[in-house]
């Protein structure tokens, strides 16, 4: 879609040449989303494709997604033997509903910052405990959490004017077993859920997330794999039907009953 407002498209090769932010700007990556309707309150954008951030980076810390990193580059990516995670990234990206155009132009931050329920690309950094930096417009940078950043249906923490630099993913975490469900009411519509169970290689640590189901990523954690009485009360304690997200994708009664199917099946998966 043409956006008849922007009368200004910035190309900045370095931070410091990002200056006069105003109410009217808006960080451009991939452009899925904001380009797909009107935007009437945008008037210059600022493309982050000039910044030549690195897409994937392999640390001995972990893995940093940059927030311009295209799907399909993660999707790509294959990473160190020990990390036994990396498959998880792409059933996540499978659970997205997007034509080879948007698999090779929308970004792994773009996602994030739209801040959906069912956001694959949250579901997955959550639950690899991923934890962005960000940078705001003054001051230094911050650090959140991913399962922290996202607050709610299309609501996050960001500040006006903030921007996603990247997400880090711990190698403590890329290196444990996962198990992941994800449910449609239809065969090719939007995930009414989509949880993720997360362990480490002794059975210690077990972390499930749930995500599409509620407004924001839930996470319970255990010190090693619950039983199934004890993965379903926590469950029930820490997500009441009114704390789950009802939509035309799903009914909260109808997600409360996949969550509970669906994450004992991971437990027996990863137990």
């Given at each position: 879609m043409?956006?008849?407002?922007?009368v200004e498209v910035r190309r900045p090769m370095s931070l410091?040449?990002?200056?006069?932010?105003?109410?009217?700007?808006s960080w451009l990556a991939g452009g899925t989303w904001l380009f797909s309707e009107p935007q009437p309150a945008v008037n210059t954008l600022i493309d982050l494709d000039s910044l030549g951030w690195t897409p994937l980076a392999v640390t001995e810390a972990g893995l940093d997604i940059a927030a311009t990193c295209r799907v399909a580059e993660l999707q790509a990516?294959?990473?160190?033997p020990a990390w036994r995670a990396v498959p998880l990234f792409r059933q996540c990206i499978d659970a997205f509903l997007m034509s080879?155009?948007?698999w090779n132009?929308?970004?792994i931050g773009g996602n994030i910052c739209m801040s959906l329920p069912a956001g694959a690309m949250i579901s997955l950094t959550a639950a690899l405990e991923g934890v962005c930096t960000l940078w705001p417009r003054e001051g230094a940078p911050r650090e959140v959490p991913v399962v922290d950043l996202v607050t709610g249906n299309h609501a996050n923490t960001l500040r006006p004017g903030e921007l996603l630099r990247n997400i880090r993913l711990p190698a403590s975490a890329l290196a444990k077993r996962t198990a992941m469900r994800q449910v449609s009411l239809t065969k090719l519509g939007r995930s009414a859920a989509l949880i993720i169970a997360t362990v480490g290689e002794d059975g210690a640590d077990f972390l499930l997330?749930?995500?599409a189901a509620t407004p924001r990523p839930v996470q319970l954690r255990f010190s090693a794999c619950p039983s199934a009485d004890a993965l379903r009360g926590a469950?029930?304690?820490?997500?009441?039907?009114?704390?789950?997200?009802?939509?035309v994708h799903g009914s909260a009664p109808y997600k409360q009953?996949?969550?509970?199917?669906?994450?004992?099946?991971?437990?027996?998966?990863l137990a």
């Open positions: 043409n956006l008849s407002t922007i410091g040449e990002i200056q006069g932010w105003h109410d009217g700007c990516f294959e990473g160190p080879f155009k948007i132009a929308a970004t997330t749930v995500s469950l029930d304690e820490r997500l009441p039907l009114h704390a789950y997200f009802d939509d009953h996949v969550t509970r199917y669906l994450a004992e099946q991971i437990r027996l998966e």
